[in-house]
């Protein structure tokens, strides 16, 4: 769907042309487009403010029906995420006109204080990300997709930028298909449903799968992530997925929580705004999401993911308050809230992955609190790890993806908090304060010394507005994240 062309602008034949303006800078070393975008800012309509936009129709200097000129705003201010919203708004606004093809001039980026690759990939990515409808449950479909979405630079740039294209192109497919398994309905994406749907997309990507169903979780031993869906009529599974390199030297395992709905179980949840549990999967859609697309770019690094996938309802066998359950790990678990389950799930899939797949580090993912909400707010993750490099890596990852991060603290003393009377441990704090510390301070005492992070996405996993490049409900928020930090591995020590 995209595409790089080394053409020059003006002689482009296309449904819409979109030129990128700043306010202050030229960004166009092409003679014709640079007097174009001059004789547009001398109106008093367009002068290339940020999100400003101005149609010119039927130019007699171009060969484009319609251009959009696209303001940025001062080069100063403009970063990659400016280039991925301008892109990602003139792509929603070509479909909403019915368009099929559209152009953009790549900008000259050294106003905007980015290299080439940086700017093409960053609207490139915000371009794709923006052409996706999830439309499977209208019958009447309002809109469709553009087929064909160009990137216009200059000569002898498309060659280099080329692989650039087959790289965004995976990470938005994993990207793409992480949004759309957590906007499913929870009634089509029950456990075994969510894990044959998983499983036949990574098998098709050449991932190694494994399905575990009821009965191996039973022979595992997995008596915590069992516990959370036992009130459920579906059984719950866990999906093992394994990408493998032959040169890789180091493996990292990654786990995403699969709550496919989270009515809280017997502490049962308060009826207002209950459906948005259908994205607590979203953790475990990332993580696919981020499988499928590391299966096509094949980094050197062995990655081995765990999902367990459970639905939590309250029924006459579903787990109780004040039950002890007893975890893979051999912990056992004093129940406190059965609304506290991502964790009981998270402890089993970690601890087997961590015993069985020895991995250099592990990373989960998790709509986990709303605690974390509370603190950082619905566009920032909270992560959480003892260690520096790991959590330095991670925040790197999340400047470089604008999927926004900010890093929390493990304090030991907040531990006390989750000491049990009757179990070695209990699901949930003696203080209704830190929540999200607690929960991954819970987590934490199951992993032992590999090296371990924790991601709480519990407020960007969704978004309930359309964002320039993202509509409402799933944001795939994290499959770009462990991309890049898959791609960019150091080994810790
Ligand atoms: N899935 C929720 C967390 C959540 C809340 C995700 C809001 C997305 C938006 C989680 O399972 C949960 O219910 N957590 C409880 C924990 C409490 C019972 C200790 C919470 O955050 O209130
Ligand atoms: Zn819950
Ligand atoms: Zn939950």
Same mark, same amino acid.
Request: some cysteine; charged content about 25%.
């Given at each position: 769907? #995209? ?17 990128? +303006? ?10 014709? *487009?640079? =007097? ?9 309509? /367009? ?82 990300? =923006? ?20 990137? *216009? ?26 949004? &759309?398994? +957590? ?43 069992? $516990? ?23 493996? #990292? ?7 496919? /709905? ?43 993911? =765990? ?9 006459? $066998?579903?787990?109780?308050?004040? &039950?002890?359950?007893? $975890?893979?790990?051999?912990?056992? !678990? ?13 402890? &089993?899939? !970690?601890?087997? #992955? ?30 959480? $790890? ?23 603290? #493990? ?30 301070? /819970?987590?934490?005492?199951?992993? &032992? ?7 709480? !996405? ?36």
């Amino acid at each position: 769907m #995209l595409n790089l062309t080394a053409a020059d602008a003006t002689r482009v034949a296309t449904d819409l042309l979109c030129v990128p +303006v700043c306010e202050d800078e030229s960004l166009h070393a092409a003679a014709e *487009v640079a =007097a174009l975008v001059k004789r547009i800012q001398s109106l008093p309509e /367009f002068s290339g403010k940020k999100d400003e936009t101005t149609l010119l129709y039927d130019a007699p200097e171009t060969k484009a029906r319609r251009i959009l000129f696209a303001g940025l705003g001062p080069a100063g201010k403009v970063d990659a995420e400016s280039l991925r919203s301008l892109a990602g708004r003139a792509v929603a606004r070509a479909i909403e006109m019915k368009l099929k093809r559209v152009h953009f001039v790549v900008p000259t980026p050294e106003p905007l204080g980015l290299s080439l690759p940086e700017a093409a990939a960053a609207l490139m990515e915000g371009a794709r990300l =923006a052409n996706h409808i999830f439309d499977r449950y209208r019958k009447e479909k309002k809109h469709s997709p553009l087929n064909r979405i160009v990137f *216009v630079v200059k000569k002898g740039a498309a060659s280099r930028l080329k692989p650039l294209v087959t790289k965004v192109e995976a990470v938005c497919r994993g990207t793409l298909a992480a949004r &759309d398994w +957590v906007t499913t309905p929870s009634n089509d994406k029950r456990p075994d449903a969510l894990a044959a749907d998983i499983a036949r997309r990574a098998r098709r990507s050449k991932l190694k799968v494994t399905v575990l169903d009821e009965a191996a979780l039973k022979r595992l031993k997995c008596g915590s992530l069992l $516990s959370v869906a036992a009130g459920s009529s579906k059984p719950a599974r866990m999906v093992v997925l394994e990408y493998r390199h032959p040169g890789a030297k180091e493996k #990292l395992a990654l786990v995403g929580k699969g709550v496919t /709905f989270d009515t809280g179980g017997i502490s049962l949840k308060p009826p207002a705004g209950m459906e948005d549990m259908k994205s607590d999967m979203a953790g475990a859609a990332a993580v696919a999401g981020a499988m499928l697309t590391i299966a096509e770019l094949k980094p050197a690094l062995n990655v081995v993911a =765990a999902l367990p996938l459970v639905e939590n309802m309250p029924s006459g $066998s579903a787990t109780r308050p004040g &039950d002890i359950v007893t $975890s893979y790990s051999g912990k056992t !678990i004093e129940i406190g809230n059965t609304d506290a389950e991502g964790r009981l799930i998270l402890v &089993d899939a !970690i601890a087997y #992955l961590v015993k069985t797949a020895k991995p250099h580090a592990v990373v989960d993912l998790a709509t986990l609190t709303g605690a974390c909400v509370m603190a950082l707010g619905e566009r920032i993750a909270g992560v959480f $790890s003892p260690d520096d490099r790991l959590a330095e890596a991670l925040l790197a990852s999340s400047g470089a993806t604008h999927e926004r991060c900010w890093r929390m603290p #493990l304090p030991d003393d907040y531990r006390d908090f989750m000491k049990s009377d009757t179990a070695d441990i209990r699901n949930l704090s003696s203080t209704r304060w830190g929540g999200a510390i607690t929960a991954a301070l /819970f987590i934490s005492a199951f992993v &032992d010394n590999t090296p371990w992070a924790h991601v709480d !996405i519990a407020g960007p996993a969704s978004i309930s507005k359309k964002g320039p490049y993202c509509g409402v409900g799933g944001t795939g928020f994290g499959v770009r994240l462990l991309c890049d930090l898959i791609e960019n591995w150091k080994p810790l020590s």
